[in-house]
């Protein structure tokens, strides 16, 4: 049986795994933490690994997982301050299941790590190198969706040499370029709100726009909130808005306008990262419900004729959408959710853990 964990301010989700059963739930960290989720499963021992989502390891955690035990406190909370919210949570929570039984795995997956090595030409803002030594400079993010997809390209290409653009989709949209397993560059920065905006998120911006704002007499952190809760999809259309949302009612002028500006956004990064790799063998679009995209992919696939592709959208028992097509180039979309990457990761690394 194994427990996930995965912040998500102000409460922790999590989810309990034993073969095909599985079980959802949410809870505040504190005192009762453990025991909610214990109630659960009846008796404590049942659990044999665990697994911690943390949102940004800075310098500390270069890679996608780790192990992690009794040792590993401080290093998660020197953490703490590269993303407050999130990776206190992480934290602490760690901190009370460590205690409790620390004779289990504890694996830290971490959602900036597949990106610690990026090129420096990537990595680094054109800001004064003392910045960059303190840590301003690009960490990416979702890297444990982009590194899941770079491990499976074997199975969608056969080749050594793979040149992939991932695209995730989602409440926060990001893009990777990876070559041979290694990735060269990310739409994600210092924090999720650089690259393509998102459900409230502005995305790309020109920075002095802050002083803009500033000198009209909006505080720095009204100014945090309008570029981070209220802008995006919910800016544009003058409403909370989330992509999901806007997909439903697209035959809507506004929202068909939105959705306009977005495609033009990832088209833009695509083709940026195909000039990068010098050229690309797969285009990959990664997501949970990803058919709730599928006219959006559609779309996007239509800005790539370019590069000789012509898709052809197919639904399949697993509930993947493959695009077939006789272009050197394949298309591919994959349903998954960082629950089953987690969980997957967990029985690869550990000969079935999870199954009693």
């Known amino acids: 049986m194994i427990l996930l964990i995965n912040p998500q301010p102000p ?18 960290i504190g005192p009762d933490f453990i025991n909610t989720i214990v109630e659960k499963i009846d008796n404590i ?22 192990e992690l035990d009794v040792n590993s406190e401080k290093d998660l909370e020197s953490c703490i301050n590269l993303l407050p919210e ?3 949570l992480t934290y602490e929570a760690f901190r009370l299941w460590i205690r409790r039984i620390p004779w289990v795995k504890h694996l830290l997956f971490c959602e900036t790590g597949f990106f610690a090595n990026l090129p420096k030409e990537a990595r680094l803002y054109a800001v004064p190198s003392e910045l960059n ?25 056969p080749l050594r040499d793979k040149k992939i653009i991932s695209i995730h989709l989602g409440k926060n949209t990001n893009i990777a370029a990876i070559k041979n397993g290694i990735p060269l560059d990310t739409t994600i920065g210092f924090t999720p709100m650089e690259g393509i905006f998102s459900d409230t998120g502005c995305g790309e911006i020109d ?9 009209a007499g909006i505080s720095f952190k009204e100014i945090n909130h309008i570029l981070s809760d209220k802008s995006g ?5 003058g409403r909370p808005s989330t992509i999901y949302e806007l997909l439903k009612n697209k035959s809507n002028e506004n929202v068909a306008k939105v959705l306009k500006i977005f495609i033009y956004n990832i088209l833009k990064y695509i083709g940026a990262y195909i000039s990068l790799l010098n ?3 797969l285009i990959i679009f990664i997501g949970n419900n990803i058919c709730e995209f599928r006219e959006l992919i559609n779309e996007i696939c239509n800005g790539l004729t370019f590069l000789g592709v012509n898709p052809e959208i197919d639904n399949n028992r697993m509930n993947k959408i493959i695009i077939n097509n006789n272009s050197k180039i394949k298309l591919i979309c994959l349903d998954i959710n960082r629950w089953e990457i987690m969980n997957n990761k967990f029985l690869s690394m550990y000969n079935n853990i999870g199954v009693k």
């Open 233 to 237: 999809f919910t800016g544009l259309l």
């Open 86 to 88: 999130y990776n206190q």
């Open 45 to 66: 021992k049942k659990i044999m690994g665990i697994g911690y989502v943390l949102y940004n390891g800075g310098d500390k955690f270069r890679s996608t997982t780790y």
């Open 11 to 28: 409460l922790i989700h999590w989810q309990i795994r034993d073969r095909e059963n599985v079980i959802d739930g949410k809870s505040k």
């Open 279 to 281: 050229g690309v063998d």
């Open 207 to 215: 920075p002095t726009v802050l002083f803009q704002l500033y000198s």
């Open 133 to 157: 030594r303190e840590g301003i400079k690009r960490f990416g993010g979702y890297g444990i969706y982009h590194h899941y997809v770079s491990e499976l390209s074997d199975n969608f290409i």
